[in-house]
């Protein structure tokens, strides 16, 4: 009887949804249970626009209609969208080739190049943690100025410094000059165009710069007044290095990206 009730509530969803001419935007399968807009499912379901996923101790895999493919962990939420996605609690793995975002916390996660894989995690203390398996994604701050682009073998941390200003950078990288503009560029791969001060002694030089930052469009870095420049910048980050770019601190680390997924991506058997 239970079973049937539970049918019968997610028929009343979706027929609601097309009544109010709601599109599919893809589909949710578990081996296991899920819950679909608050709405307990066993096996498969239809995604809309705000469709709210939250796993337990099964993990569910979306299919998105452009081509992405969510994995969301055990004990976590996500809200879907055609376009994009909001991980509001737990971890996931997504694979994307278009210009699908995964929004988590401060930050906004991308891919870079054709069928990225990578992982997105939400830690204790509003910190975004992001391991790429294949490919490369990109991280953006939420008012699109660049953090980083991560590729396979790095997991990088970012976490919102309260009441930080969202145009502050404090960080470290490498000063190039290239067809008459000089750029610092960091250890996790984003490019930027510095400004306010000649910087031309420093070029080839490990530098640990402060200033503001604007951002830019894709994967360009945006452009950074530079207000003070020192040379033996760390150059990188390494375990316990933080940066501030654009009030967040970005921190790196070195691990397995696969080890941090098969950490927590654990399935039970299918029921008998």
């Known amino acids: 009887m239970l079973r049937k009730l539970q049918i019968a509530a997610i028929l009343s969803c979706m027929l609601s949804y097309a009544a109010a001419g709601t599109v599919s935007i893809g589909t949710a399968s578990v081996r296991g249970n899920m819950r679909v807009d608050n709405y307990v499912v066993k096996g498969n379901a239809t995604l809309f626009n705000g469709s709210v996923v939250e796993t337990d101790q099964a993990t569910a895999n979306l299919r998105l209609n452009k081509g992405t493919q969510i994995t969301l962990s055990t004990?976590?939420?996500?809200?879907?969208?055609?376009?994009?996605?909001?991980?509001?609690?737990?971890?996931?793995?997504?694979i994307a080739s278009n210009s699908f975002q995964l929004q988590a916390g401060a930050v906004r996660?991308?891919?870079?190049q054709p069928n990225s894989v990578g992982v997105v995690s939400l830690k204790p203390g509003n910190t975004v943690e992001v391991a790429t398996l294949t490919g490369s994604f990109g991280v953006s701050s939420n008012n699109g100025i660049m953090l980083a682009n991560v590729h396979p073998g790095r997991v990088v941390s970012f976490a919102m410094q309260a009441g930080a200003s969202p145009t502050t950078f404090s960080g470290s990288g490498i000063v190039s000059f290239e067809k008459g503009v000089y750029y610092l560029t960091t250890n996790e791969d984003v490019k930027y165009v510095l400004t306010c001060r000649d910087v031309h002694r420093y070029v080839d030089d490990k530098v640990e710069v402060s200033g503001t930052i604007e951002g830019a469009a894709g994967q360009a870095g945006g452009s950074l007044c530079v207000k003070s420049m020192d040379i033996n910048g760390v150059g990188g980050l390494s375990i316990g290095t933080k940066w501030l770019i654009a009030g967040i601190f970005v921190g790196g680390g070195i691990g397995v990206a696969i080890a941090i997924w098969n950490h927590n991506h654990r399935t039970p058997p299918a029921s008998r």
């Open 75 to 94: 004990n976590s939420r996500g809200t879907m969208y055609s376009d994009h996605a909001v991980l509001q609690q737990g971890e996931t793995q997504v």
């Open 109 to 112: 996660v991308f891919p870079n």
